[in-house]
């Protein structure tokens, strides 16, 4: 779908894409909270000096500015992937209900095949629910354009938008065609205590106004450009959207296609219309059967679940089996060594579950870089949920079983997701007269999603300074005695605190500091070297799993200096002083 005043073309990922609507369509704010794949939304709309973006601690919190800026009149958009729209379902509910007055968008970033998350959830689920609009693009230039007709509807009924996307979408490349920022005049502010105030009396009357909002964005669905009707061979007709349509285009090129740009609320004439005209009906859709079960609900025959799997990504093989009955000949993949995910060369998280792990702890975990101390060689980490949940969980098993099962336990999450949720959970101990320890792995970025800032860095999304948030002093703040800050790689200290705190029947926390490994601001110490005649082969120095250290032909260690930063580790941990740092 081209702009009718092109005057440029460029390749752009999905998320690239969606930023560049976004200021095209004239947004002012924008917030999010870094979470692949939404993040580089974020990282893009930032380079438009008109817009202000922002990281906030969490995605309620950006869903909340977001809302705000909107009441005050000017368009803003919040970005999220969609464990994310869980944490900001409180104020979506109930936007829906007091509605806009600049336009309001939120970006929703599903995950089908968990590239990257701990399940594989459907935003059109939640939107349903929330009675809020779903536009979901299927390519790039469409994710520039679906945004701006986002903003559009968000104006036209009154209501937020969700512009859904998926992993495939924000992170693969199309020729987009850029337009001018449209200047779009602030909206004036007028204090409407009916729209804005949701308590029980003027929520009534404004879900009546939802009600009647969808109801009619069903009715105008019917004709909306960004739903496309294209009619070929009538004996195979298919409902599909997003980057499923891809799929569809190359294995069923000759079929007549339904292609829906708004997902929620559903066209039913249109539907109706369509499926008259051909003989067989196929619903093509990743996830949940979302548009399926509607379909099925209104009494129109389709085929979909049935034959197509509920789970991860699709492919035009796979629909060319399932609908054509076509095998597919595909050529045997190569053989390769299973490469699971591990932590970077000289990761401060590291350091923390080799002392964890030689102290049989259990850790409860949470969600970022750490949660990869579940797996061998640390084998450290028992649990994973979602976003703060590792102090929550930690809280839980020590109501239920006493403070002597927690002796074994601490809590470890890191310092963004301990901003973004693990204030609460903390705050939850300390509250109800908890005991156990807590280990904040503080390596000065929010590291899985590729390094942003959060309010302990002391930079904003834009990389100006601000006030750099003390965890510690915070800690100290809410009234735990117990508050101690060593460094990651300090292997004798962090062990002996470990042990006292365990034991203590009271609340600690223990904040290792080191940086990530990977900011741009950190500073090799060196490289660690070994002594071939000094190493006695007891493999200690390879306990950590570190990639930079293998066990050569003779048995004894050997050091990838092109891997190695020096931080150390491996040098602490031979008891034969084989190992030296050369500076």
């Known amino acids: 779908m ?10 752009m990922l999905g998320n690239e894409a969606i930023a560049r609507g976004a200021y095209e369509a004239g947004v002012k704010v924008s917030a999010a909270y870094p979470g692949t794949p939404s993040t580089e939304v974020s990282e893009n709309i930032v380079k438009y000096e008109e817009v202000y973006a922002e990281w906030a601690p969490n995605e309620k919190v950006a869903m909340e500015v977001a809302v705000g800026a909107s009441t005050a009149g000017v368009r803003s958009m919040c970005a999220m992937k969609h464990v994310g729209v869980n944490v900001a379902s409180d104020p979506l509910y109930t936007a829906s209900y007091t509605g806009v007055t600049g336009g309001l968008v939120m970006v929703a970033a599903d995950d089908p095949g968990l590239y990257s998350s701990q399940n594989e959830q459907d935003t059109r689920r939640v939107a349903r629910a929330a009675n809020v609009p779903v536009i979901e693009p299927s390519d790039s230039e469409e994710a520039r ?6 903003f559009e509807l968000s104006e036209k009924y009154d209501t937020p938008v969700i512009l859904r996307t998926t992993t495939r979408l924000a992170h693969s490349q199309g020729i987009v065609h850029l337009e001018p920022r449209q200047e779009i005049p602030d909206k004036p502010y007028e204090r409407d205590f009916m729209k804005h105030v949701m308590m029980p009396g003027p929520a009534k009357q404004r879900h009546v106004f939802v009600e009647k909002r969808m109801k009619q964005m069903a009715e105008d669905a019917c004709t909306l450009d960004i739903n496309q009707v294209t009619y070929k061979d009538t004996s195979i007709g298919v409902i599909s959207s997003g980057i499923p349509y891809q799929y569809v285009k190359e294995a069923l090129p000759d079929a007549s296609v339904l292609k829906l740009g708004l997902v929620n609320p559903l066209p039913k004439k249109l539907i109706e219309e369509f499926a008259s005209k051909v003989e067989k009906l196929y619903i093509v859709e990743e996830l949940e059967p979302v548009i399926e079960e509607q379909v ?45 995910p591990i932590l970077c060369p000289g990761c401060p998280h590291r350091s923390v579950y080799t002392v964890l792990k030689k102290l049989k702890l259990h850790a409860s975990g949470d969600i970022g870089c750490y949660t990869l101390g579940a797996v061998a060689p640390l084998n450290v980490v028992d649990t994973a949920l979602c976003m703060g949940a590792s102090i929550s969980m930690l809280h839980g098993m020590e109501k239920a079983k006493g403070g002597d099962f927690v002796r074994d336990w601490v809590a470890v999450i890191g310092d963004s997701t301990f901003l973004h949720t693990g204030i609460n959970s903390l705050m939850n101990m300390v509250y109800n007269k908890a005991t156990g320890t807590v280990v904040i792995l503080d ?37 735990i005695e117990y508050v101690y800050e060593i460094d990651a790689f300090d ?7 470990l042990k006292e705190e365990v034991k203590r029947e009271a609340l600690s926390v223990i904040i290792t500091k080191s940086p990530c490994a990977l900011l741009k601001s950190y500073v090799p110490k060196g490289t660690c070297k070994v002594d071939a005649d000094t190493c006695k082969k007891c493999g200690k120095c ?42």
């Open 2 to 11: 081209k702009g009718e005043n092109t005057v440029e073309k460029k390749i």
């Open 542 to 583: 390879l306990i950590p799993g570190c990639p930079a250290i293998t066990k050569g032909a003779d048995g004894k260690a050997v050091i990838d200096d092109t891997m190695c930063n020096g931080c150390g580790l491996c040098q602490n941990l031979c008891p034969f002083h084989a190992i030296s740092l050369e500076k």
């Open 491 to 497: 292997l004798e200290r962090l062990e002996q605190t």
């Open 296 to 340: 099925k609900a209104w009494g129109i025959p389709c085929i979909g679940k049935e034959i197509l799997t509920i789970q991860g990504e699709y492919s035009a093989n796979m629909l060319r089996k399932a609908i054509l009955g076509e095998e597919v000949e595909v050529s045997e993949p190569a053989e390769v060594p299973n490469r699971p």
């Open 443 to 479: 390596n000065s970025t929010t590291g899985m999603t590729g390094h942003q800032d959060h309010p302990a860095t002391g930079k904003t999304l834009k990389g100006e300074t601000t006030y750099i948030i003390d965890i510690y002093k915070m800690c100290k703040a809410m009234g």
């Open 145 to 150: 354009v679906f945004t701006k007709r986002a």
